[in-house]
Structure formats: C-alpha cells, structure tokens
C-alpha cells in the first residue's frame, strides 16, 4: 500500500506542484487537496506549500487559517497527522496556532533567494527523522517575511524542549531570532520551516538533493505507525 | 453633462474636440471623421487615440519593422508569426513554446514599483493569451549612471516591483541584464520577457468570430487608472523638466495585484483545458479599446458591447475612461454559448469575477453602447489594424563620422602585468561587470521546479517535460554603446551574443523576440538608428535561420534633446532535446583543459575596458562574422550533446578575462593562462571580438574535441588549466579568488543595499 501525502493548494499558492513532484520523488503517492474542501480524502499527511495564499492579504497566512480545508488539518494534526508547513505553509501553522510565534518581515526589508545552509537540530520529528542531529543541509531559501519571532519565555521553551527543528548556518538570512528556520510542535508530528525542502530533491534543478529527507522521514514515520 | 451618442456626434458637427490632448495629431483626427463619415464621439475619440498612438499602431516603425517578414528565413520551427500576442515556436515532442519581450520603460522611470510590475503582469497575461502556460521570466533592465541619486530611487523601485509581482506570481526569474549608463539617466529601459508552454493542438488566437458568441471580460475589476497610458506616457518625449512631469503623469501608470493574476492564470488555463473559448485576449495597453477592436478586427463578424456592464471599482467612471483604462489582470475572451455557464463555473471556483458584457454580431461593425444608447460605431479594423503609417525622415546624424574616428586605439594600455591587473580588478568590478547577485537574489529562481540554468548563466534554461527531459533555453541581450557606434553592426551584435549564450548551454537556438528601444521617431538621427537596427537584425535573422516572432517597439525614450544609446534588445530561444546535457559556465574541476574557440583581434571600441577604465565611447564596434556565429554554436551544441566539455562561457562585454573570473569564481577553482603566442597580453585579456567562447574540456576529451574543432574549420587555441585558487597569467600577474571575488561582488552592495 503506498502512503498518500496531500498537498493543499490555496489560492495564491506557488510551490504546491513542486511539494507533490517532491512527495512523488520520494516514493510517496501525491494527492492534492483544495482549499475550498474539508475532506482530506484520506491522506496519511499533508503538506502546506509555500507561497502567497490569498495574496498574503492582511498578514501572510491568515486569511488562509479559516479556509474549510485547514478546519480538518487543525483537528487531525491535533490528532497526531504529520504535518509539514513550508514557507507560507509555516506562516500558516503559526497563524492557526498549531505552532507558536509568527514570521515577520526580513530584518533587511529585501525579498531573499539563496541557498541557504542549515544545521538539522532536531533529528526525531516526522519530517527529519532521515536526517541526523547536528548534519549540515543546503536547501533554496526564498521569502520576504521570514523573520522568526516569539517572546524569550517561548524561545526559550522552544529550546528548552529541543523544538527548535532548524537553524541557519553561515549568517543569518532575515533577522530570525536565535537563528531559528524551523520548529516542531510538543508530539513531533507539525513541523514549520521557512526554507524550501521541496526544491532540493533532484540535483538537476536544485542545488542538492538535501530537501528528499524531509519527505522520505514522513514516508518512514507512516510505514512505522501501521 | 449629455452622452456623447453616436446621434448626437452626426447632429453637432461644429463641437471641439480634445484631440490634441489625447495625444493625437490634426490630420489623424481628421482621418477619423472621414473614415466614420462624422465627427467622433467622445467615446469613439478615446479608442482611436490610444489605438493610433505610437505604442499601439506602431506607426512610425512598421514600415521599417515589415523588413522582419519579408526576410524571415524558412522555419519548418515557426507555428504562429508576428501580429499575434506573441510568436508560437515548435520545440518537437508535440510541444509548442510561446515567447515575448516587451518594455515598460516609461511608467518605470514614473513610477519604479507599479511601472516594473505591471510590466510582468502584461507580457504575462500575452503569453497566456496564446494558450500557454507561463513557465518563466527575465528581465533586461537599463539604468543611468550607477552613483547618480535618481538611479537609487529608480532602481530599487524596479527590483523590488519585478520581484514583488513575478514572486508574487510563482513564476521563476532566470536572467536578463542589467546595464548602467548615464544615457539611460532620465529613460532607463525596463522590458520583460516571459515563456510559456503548451502542446500544439491548446494554441489560441485573438480573434471573434462566430455570431451569436458570447463576449467575456474576466479578471479584476475596472478603475480609473492607467488612462491614456498608451499615449501620453508611451508616445510622447519626457519634458526636460522631469519632475513636473512625473508628477502629472503618475496617474497613467496602473497598479498591479499579482494574486489576482495567478488566480487569473490559473483559471485561464482551467477554462483551455475544457476547449471553452472561440477567442482570447488579454487587456494591457488601451485596455478595453484595445482587446473588443483586435478581437472583432481579426474575426469575421461584428461585435456588440454593453459597456455599463462592465464591473467597475469606480462607479463614477465616464465610458470614456472605461474604454481607455488599463487596469491590469484583466482578460477578454469568446465564448460560445453552450459554453458560458461552465466558463462562468471556473472562474467562481477561482474567485474570478467574470461578465457577459456583449456578442458577436453579423455584419462588421464594432457598436459599444451605455445604458442603451449607441456611443460607439466604427469599423473595427480602422481603430486595430489600420492606423496611420508614417515615413518618417532620417539621416545618419552628423556626429556619427566624428563618433566613429574617435578610435579606442588612441587609449593609453596598461603596459606591465601589474597594470593589466589592477585593469583587470577595475573591470570586474565596474558596475556593468559587477556581480548582479544584489539584484537576482530577490526573485524566485526556483519556483515551478523546473529551473535548470538561471542567471548569472549564459541563458536561462527550463524543463520543459519531465519524462523526456526536453528543454529550452533563453537568453537577452544588448549593447547599446556598440549600437550607438554603429547601429546596423550593434542590433546584429546583440543577435549574435543571445545566440551564442544560447548555444552555450547546450541549445540549438530557433527563434528571436526584440525589444527595440530609441529615441524620439521625430527626430531624424534616432529614425536613422532606428531604420538601421531593424536592417541589421532583419539581415542577421535571415543567415542566421532564426526568425523574428514578435516583440515590441518603445520609441520616445529620449529627455528633451537628448535621446538614450539605441538599444536593440534581442532574445533567443533555443531547444534542447536533454537538459541533463547542459553546459554550465562555472569551472567546477580542478585539471581540465581550457580552450579559446575562434578569433581574437584588437576590437576595443565601445568595449567595457574602454568605458571602465577611460569613460570613453568611440570607434567601432567589433565585427559581426554571422557565419563563424552560426559554426560556433554548432561546436558548443555538438560538444555539449557528446559530452566533450564541462563548461562554456560566452565572451562578450569585458572580453576573454571578464568570462574566465565569472567561470572561475561560478566552480570556485582558479586557472593558470598562458598568453598564446601571437596575442598581446592586453589585447588577449581584453578584446571583445565576437564568435567567441571559453570552454573546459575534460583531459579524456581533449582529443576528440580538437578534431571536431578542426574537421570543421573552428579555430580553437588551448590557453590554459583550470587549476589553484588564483588566476595566474603566466608571465604576467595572479590574482587570489578571494580579491577577485571581493571586487566582482562588493559593488552593487555597496551602491545599493
């Protein structure tokens, strides 16, 4: 039996072709899902794509938290379905509060498009178990708004608990604080991150294959569970 | 005040009419009252002049642009020509590729932000038009001098607009230009290109036909802005007093929304994959006017528009301003009635507001009306397709002669190595040959996943299919100082670079879009450039093979007196049957051999040494061997298929030392040079002879590929090693990476961050 991702495309959304051609790469059967539906049609997990979702109107995500489709992602992902939100994705996940903090303007006020070094500092959840804790990733990295930020006392929970999935290496792209590219919720299974896993699957249009752990991590975490 | 109704236009003959201000001249106007027999009314006048304006009817640069046709060489390639919203290009597989550059140079310099972005928007919404879907952008940008004030406002303006609505889009930026001149100071140039994919049988035409055919506006909403774009702003020179005149103009620049776009897009290709449409067109330029004329014109009915049905996002617009508006992410298209209520389905699924606004009628009249009353009757193809020609005077301009004997051979050289190398870190970290990085890395190279080569590559290449791996390749450039030397060798020269950076990543190159961009067309000196250009591309197109499949012409870009360098802006597609094969630049293994194919001589004229260096313009171009060109490219396609090189550069602007730093530091490896024999060290490093290309050939493949190079008559000279971490030129100078990287890449940052 394979296991089936979903892909949610909003409108405004830009990577979701590239989020089900990632989940295709790694072995997984890619299932897109609109937003329009609050059926998931029975998807063992999802990912949020990047993007601009409603045009990032009012603030980038938030419109796209109260549309039908994300209703049944909140509920499930509180039931432990592995969720990935990439870029707009994470944005997304902060906005309907399944992760905390929010994602604020780059520090420099430039868009930014760059291969971007990361260290993996949390190799346990559902998306980074391929992965190992402390390994060195390059990945494209490409926002206006993905500055990290939440108060010292989340910060440091975030620490404190190893939540913090993601850190940038070799200086820091948009003044997120404590260096910070991708989080986790408490069970592992909601993981958010500014960077672009799904552009980094084919060394023909990406500058590694770094990206594929992420998506063959969900597809282990879900044989496993069976 | 009264509605301007056809009735009342043939009862009041005597009124004054604001001819004049709508930027229409006193024998058009009087050409509009014979052709309809009246005088016009106020809504006919509006759509007559921004139909006939210099930006729409191309009437002082069509008798020269007819050149294009008439000396298009054979193409089986060719599926759709010029006069469509774009040419349609064959790339096999069953595959079909739609490509266009276009300018929005005025509203830019108005407005950086809104004029840059609305740029994409509108060559986007062409290529979409055509059937295709939207699968890249680039973008060739001129500015005035680097250190100028203004070029700090106008710059950032354009990057962050391009960058704010083509992100904003999901489409990637794979490359373009950017060039720095005083010239440029009071014009700079912002054109735009876009590509886009189909299969043959999705191509789509503007046209209507098919009485009783339903006629839909979708998209956004229609505003006041954008009035007149067209024709005051596009077709008229800039007052010297610039400021004024910016602040007066800035309501004719539109504002974009790119979400509404990518909604538009993606419902646009929704409806073509349920075949709903009978016609399509996309509303830019003269908006409305614009897209009900050329759809009826080209069709073989009439049309009948209800234009108080327009959805508005302000209600108290006159039909006046509604017909001439140039609010963006907007389409039109022809739909048959069977077909409405589904085509009227998708566009609620995207959130797309979308309204039956008139018919396809027998006979051949466009008649427009509000609230019931007739405000528009003409013939359709009197306002789309048969505006006014000129024959514009022109002459060589009297400098030209004083111009040309100003030879850079008069130049002081440097002398010893420690000369030619500090020319060396001076030219690699002028602002022309200054790393572009600042700029590229705020757009999204990656989006859609199929980006293989993006800037600073030589062109930018695409997958175009997953499974078989098909590509194409696209690159745009232009030299507006070797075009002011000569304009004739100058438009041929910028063929000839696109083509070649085409070839160096492994295409064959099919198919050539421009953008030409002069001065005032009253002027007969610009005129001259002008006649001359389009000679010299159309000659070059026809040896070449590639024809010209559309592009667009920005005439005006000239402040007061003083017009900008002509800038013919040319690109080139190319086809590659396995983008796994694709030549990169970067020298990215230690050990391999380096190789300079063709002949260099000492061409320094309106080189990039002499204007780094000397701030000097004078000469001649270097000279345009079309046939080596075509050779030349041939190696690099056949080279790059059997796997006989790893890496190639064109060498163009900053000569062979200019390619080799960017290869160099692109693979992060150095390279020890020998100078060969015959060459002067300086002229060597500096030379912008064109038919020329740097490649690194594996040491297996040295053989092979100098026989290929031989057997076919390619002079090819092997000039060094790819190897360290310096650029040694032996005898001469080295030059760590590092301080080399440090030059190339610390100016834009420093200008502009």
Same mark, same amino acid.
């Given at each position: 039996?394979?296991?089936?991702?979903?892909?949610?495309?909003?409108?405004?959304?830009?990577?979701?072709?590239?989020?089900?051609?990632?989940?295709?790469?790694?072995?997984?059967?890619?299932?897109?899902?609109?937003?329009?539906?609050?059926?998931?049609?029975?998807?063992?997990?999802?990912?949020?794509?990047?993007?601009?979702?409603?045009?990032?109107?009012?603030?980038?995500?938030?419109?796209?938290?109260?549309?039908?489709?994300?209703?049944?992602?909140?509920?499930?992902?509180?039931?432990?379905?592995?969720?990935?939100?990439?870029?707009?994705?994470?944005?997304?996940?902060?906005?309907?509060?399944?992760?905390?903090?929010?994602?604020?303007?780059?520090?420099?006020?430039?868009?930014?498009?760059?291969?971007?070094?990361?260290? !993996?500092?949390?190799?346990?959840?559902?998306?980074?178990?391929?992965?190992?804790?402390?390994?060195?990733?390059?990945?494209?990295?490409?926002?206006?708004?993905?500055?990290? !930020?939440?108060?010292?006392?989340?910060?440091?929970?975030?620490?404190?608990?190893?939540?913090?999935?993601?850190?940038?290496?070799?200086?820091?792209?948009?003044?997120?604080?404590?260096?910070?590219?991708?989080?986790?919720?408490?069970?592992?299974?909601?993981?958010?991150?500014?960077?672009?896993?799904?552009?980094?699957?084919?060394?023909?249009?990406?500058?590694?294959?770094?990206?594929?752990?992420?998506?063959?991590?969900?597809?282990?975490?879900?044989?496993?569970?069976? | 005040?009264?509605?301007?109704?056809?009735?009342?236009?043939?009862?009041?003959?005597?009124?004054?009419?604001?001819?004049?201000?709508?930027?229409?001249?006193?024998?058009?106007?009087?050409?509009?009252?014979?052709?309809?027999?009246?005088?016009?009314?106020?809504?006919?006048?509006?759509?007559?002049?921004?139909?006939?304006?210099?930006?729409?009817?191309?009437?002082?640069?069509?008798?020269?642009?007819?050149?294009?046709?008439?000396?298009?060489?054979?193409?089986?390639?060719?599926?759709?020509?010029?006069?469509?919203?774009?040419?349609?290009?064959?790339?096999?597989?069953?595959?079909?590729?739609?490509?266009?550059?276009?300018?929005?140079?005025?509203?830019?310099?108005?407005?950086?932000?809104?004029?840059?972005?609305?740029?994409?928007?509108?060559?986007?919404?062409?290529?979409?038009?055509?059937?295709?879907?939207?699968?890249?952008?680039?973008?060739?940008?001129?500015?005035?001098?680097?250190?100028?004030?203004?070029?700090?406002?106008?710059?950032?303006?354009?990057?962050?607009?391009?960058?704010?609505?083509?992100?904003?889009?999901?489409?990637?930026?794979?490359?373009?230009?950017?060039?720095?001149?005083?010239?440029?100071?009071?014009?700079?140039?912002?054109?735009?290109?876009?590509?886009?994919?189909?299969?043959?049988?999705?191509?789509?035409?503007?046209?209507?036909?098919?009485?009783?055919?339903?006629?839909?506006?979708?998209?956004?909403?229609?505003?006041?802005?954008?009035?007149?774009?067209?024709?005051?702003?596009?077709?008229?020179?800039?007052?010297?007093?610039?400021?004024?005149?910016?602040?007066?103009?800035?309501?004719?620049?539109?504002?974009?929304?790119?979400?509404?776009?990518?909604?538009?897009?993606?419902?646009?290709?929704?409806?073509?994959?349920?075949?709903?449409?009978?016609?399509?067109?996309?509303?830019?330029?003269?908006?409305?006017?614009?897209?009900?004329?050329?759809?009826?014109?080209?069709?073989?009915?009439?049309?009948?528009?209800?234009?108080?049905?327009?959805?508005?996002?302000?209600?108290?617009?006159?039909?006046?301003?509604?017909?001439?508006?140039?609010?963006?992410?907007?389409?039109?298209?022809?739909?048959?009635?069977?077909?409405?209520?589904?085509?009227?389905?998708?566009?609620?699924?995207?959130?797309?507001?979308?309204?039956?606004?008139?018919?396809?009628?027998?006979?051949?009249?466009?008649?427009?009306?509000?609230?019931?009353?007739?405000?528009?009757?003409?013939?359709?193809?009197?306002?789309?397709?048969?505006?006014?020609?000129?024959?514009?005077?022109?002459?060589?301009?009297?400098?030209?002669?004083?111009?040309?004997?100003?030879?850079?051979?008069?130049?002081?050289?440097?002398?010893?190595?420690?000369?030619?190398?500090?020319?060396?870190?001076?030219?690699?970290?002028?602002?022309?040959?200054?790393?572009?990085?600042?700029?590229?890395?705020?757009?999204?190279?990656?989006?859609?996943?199929?980006?293989?080569?993006?800037?600073?590559?030589?062109?930018?290449?695409?997958?175009?299919?997953?499974?078989?791996?098909?590509?194409?390749?696209?690159?745009?450039?232009?030299?507006?100082?070797?075009?002011?030397?000569?304009?004739?060798?100058?438009?041929?020269?910028?063929?000839?670079?696109?083509?070649?950076?085409?070839?160096?990543?492994?295409?064959?190159?099919?198919?050539?879009?421009?953008?030409?961009?002069?001065?005032?067309?009253?002027?007969?000196?610009?005129?001259?450039?002008?006649?001359?250009?389009?000679?010299?591309?159309?000659?070059?197109?026809?040896?070449?093979?590639?024809?010209?499949?559309?592009?667009?012409?920005?005439?005006?870009?000239?402040?007061?007196?003083?017009?900008?360098?002509?800038?013919?802006?040319?690109?080139?597609?190319?086809?590659?049957?396995?983008?796994?094969?694709?030549?990169?630049?970067?020298?990215?293994?230690?050990?391999?051999?380096?190789?300079?194919?063709?002949?260099?001589?000492?061409?320094?004229?309106?080189?990039?040494?002499?204007?780094?260096?000397?701030?000097?313009?004078?000469?001649?171009?270097?000279?345009?061997?079309?046939?080596?060109?075509?050779?030349?490219?041939?190696?690099?396609?056949?080279?790059?298929?059997?796997?006989?090189?790893?890496?190639?550069?064109?060498?163009?602007?900053?000569?062979?030392?200019?390619?080799?730093?960017?290869?160099?530091?692109?693979?992060?490896?150095?390279?020890?040079?020998?100078?060969?024999?015959?060459?002067?060290?300086?002229?060597?490093?500096?030379?912008?002879?064109?038919?020329?290309?740097?490649?690194?050939?594996?040491?297996?493949?040295?053989?092979?590929?100098?026989?290929?190079?031989?057997?076919?008559?390619?002079?090819?000279?092997?000039?060094?090693?790819?190897?360290?971490?310096?650029?040694?030129?032996?005898?001469?100078?080295?030059?760590?990476?590092?301080?080399?990287?440090?030059?190339?890449?610390?100016?834009?940052?420093?200008?502009?961050?």
């Amino acid at each position: 039996m394979t296991t089936r991702i979903g892909v949610v495309t909003f409108p405004g959304s830009l990577d979701d072709t590239d989020a089900l051609r990632a989940v295709r790469v790694a072995g997984g059967e890619p299932v897109a899902l609109w937003h329009r539906e609050t059926s998931l049609r029975q998807v063992d997990a999802v990912v949020l794509p990047g993007g601009f979702s409603y045009g990032d109107y009012l603030r980038c995500g938030a419109i796209a938290r109260f549309s039908p489709v994300m209703e049944t992602v909140v509920e499930q992902a509180r039931a432990g379905l592995p969720v990935l939100g990439i870029c707009n994705g994470f944005q997304v996940l902060c906005e309907s509060h399944l992760l905390p903090g929010a994602l604020t303007r780059n520090d420099h006020l430039h868009f930014v498009c760059r291969d971007q070094r990361l260290a !993996v500092a949390n190799a346990g959840t559902a998306w980074t178990r391929d992965y190992t804790e402390g390994q060195e990733i390059t990945v494209p990295l490409k926002n206006g708004e993905g500055g990290y !930020v939440a108060d010292e006392r989340t910060l440091d929970m975030l620490e404190a608990e190893g939540r913090v999935v993601l850190r940038y290496l070799g200086g820091n792209p948009n003044g997120s604080r404590r260096d910070i590219a991708g989080i986790t919720n408490e069970a592992g299974n909601v993981v958010g991150l500014m960077p672009h896993p799904e552009h980094a699957v084919e060394t023909l249009t990406g500058p590694t294959t770094d990206g594929l752990g992420f998506f063959t991590s969900a597809l282990k975490t879900l044989v496993d569970a069976r | 005040m009264t509605l301007d109704t056809v009735k009342h236009a043939t009862d009041t003959p005597q009124t004054a009419q604001p001819w004049a201000e709508l930027g229409l001249k006193e024998d058009e106007y009087a050409r509009i009252r014979e052709i309809l027999g009246r005088r016009p009314t106020g809504a006919e006048l509006a759509m007559y002049s921004v139909m006939w304006s210099e930006h729409c009817s191309y009437k002082s640069s069509k008798v020269h642009l007819k050149q294009f046709g008439e000396k298009a060489p054979e193409s089986d390639a060719l599926l759709v020509g010029i006069g469509e919203n774009a040419g349609v290009v064959d790339v096999g597989q069953g595959y079909a590729v739609t490509f266009k550059v276009e300018s929005h140079n005025h509203p830019s310099y108005i407005e950086p932000y809104q004029g840059a972005a609305t740029g994409i928007g509108g060559i986007v919404r062409d290529i979409l038009a055509m059937g295709a879907r939207p699968v890249a952008v680039m973008d060739p940008l001129r500015f005035g001098a680097a250190d100028h004030p203004d070029t700090r406002r106008v710059l950032p303006g354009v990057v962050a607009g391009i960058g704010g609505y083509g992100n904003c889009l999901g489409l990637p930026n794979i490359g373009g230009e950017v060039v720095f001149d005083s010239c440029y100071q009071g014009n700079p140039l912002v054109n735009a290109l876009c590509v886009g994919v189909m299969k043959h049988e999705d191509i789509h035409l503007a046209q209507a036909s098919g009485t009783g055919n339903k006629v839909i506006l979708y998209g956004a909403r229609t505003g006041g802005d954008g009035i007149g774009g067209v024709s005051v702003l596009a077709s008229e020179t800039f007052d010297a007093d610039d400021s004024a005149g910016a602040s007066a103009n800035r309501p004719a620049v539109q504002v974009g929304d790119p979400f509404q776009e990518k909604l538009l897009i993606e419902c646009t290709l929704e409806i073509f994959r349920e075949h709903l449409v009978a016609g399509i067109q996309d509303l830019g330029g003269a908006g409305l006017s614009c897209a009900t004329s050329e759809l009826a014109s080209a069709g073989s009915g009439g049309m009948r528009v209800e234009l108080d049905t327009v959805p508005l996002r302000d209600a108290t617009l006159s039909p006046e301003e509604i017909l001439m508006s140039e609010s963006q992410e907007r389409m039109c298209a022809v739909v048959e009635p069977g077909n409405v209520a589904r085509f009227l389905e998708i566009c609620e699924k995207w959130d797309v507001t979308a309204t039956v606004i008139g018919e396809v009628t027998e006979g051949d009249r466009l008649e427009i009306f509000w609230h019931g009353e007739q405000i528009v009757d003409v013939p359709p193809r009197s306002v789309a397709h048969e505006g006014p020609t000129y024959h514009r005077p022109y002459a060589r301009p009297d400098w030209q002669d004083a111009l040309q004997a100003d030879d850079a051979a008069r130049l002081p050289r440097p002398a010893t190595g420690d000369e030619l190398r500090a020319q060396v870190l001076t030219l690699v970290g002028s602002p022309n040959q200054a790393a572009k990085s600042w700029i590229t890395d705020q757009y999204d190279r990656y989006v859609l996943g199929n980006t293989v080569l993006a800037q600073p590559e030589d062109g930018g290449m695409i997958r175009v299919d997953e499974e078989s791996n098909l590509g194409v390749a696209v690159a745009t450039d232009g030299n507006g100082r070797y075009a002011k030397l000569d304009p004739y060798t100058g438009a041929q020269l910028a063929l000839a670079e696109s083509y070649r950076n085409v070839a160096a990543t492994g295409a064959t190159p099919l198919a050539v879009t421009d953008c030409l961009n002069f001065g005032s067309p009253e002027d007969p000196g610009a005129m001259w450039q002008f006649a001359e250009a389009c000679r010299g591309l159309a000659d070059a197109c026809q040896v070449l093979g590639t024809p010209v499949t559309g592009g667009n012409v920005s005439l005006y870009n000239q402040t007061g007196d003083t017009a900008i360098h002509p800038t013919p802006v040319v690109g080139v597609l190319g086809v590659i049957d396995d983008v796994t094969r694709r030549t990169p630049m970067a020298f990215s293994q230690a050990g391999q051999l380096l190789y300079l194919l063709g002949d260099t001589g000492d061409e320094l004229g309106g080189s990039a040494w002499s204007q780094a260096v000397h701030d000097h313009l004078g000469g001649l171009p270097p000279a345009v061997d079309l046939e080596r060109e075509r050779l030349l490219a041939q190696i690099l396609v056949s080279a790059s298929r059997d796997g006989m090189i790893d890496a190639a550069h064109d060498l163009s602007d900053g000569g062979f030392v200019q390619a080799l730093a960017e290869s160099c530091l692109r693979g992060g490896n150095g390279a020890r040079i020998v100078v060969p024999d015959d060459l002067d060290p300086f002229v060597f490093l500096f030379s912008e002879s064109a038919g020329r290309a740097l490649v690194a050939v594996p040491r297996s493949e040295e053989l092979r590929f100098t026989d290929m190079c031989g057997a076919r008559g390619l002079p090819a000279t092997r000039v060094g090693v790819v190897d360290g971490d310096a650029i040694d030129v032996q005898g001469q100078f080295s030059l760590p990476l590092a301080e080399l990287r440090a030059a190339h890449e610390a100016t834009l940052p420093g200008l502009f961050a």
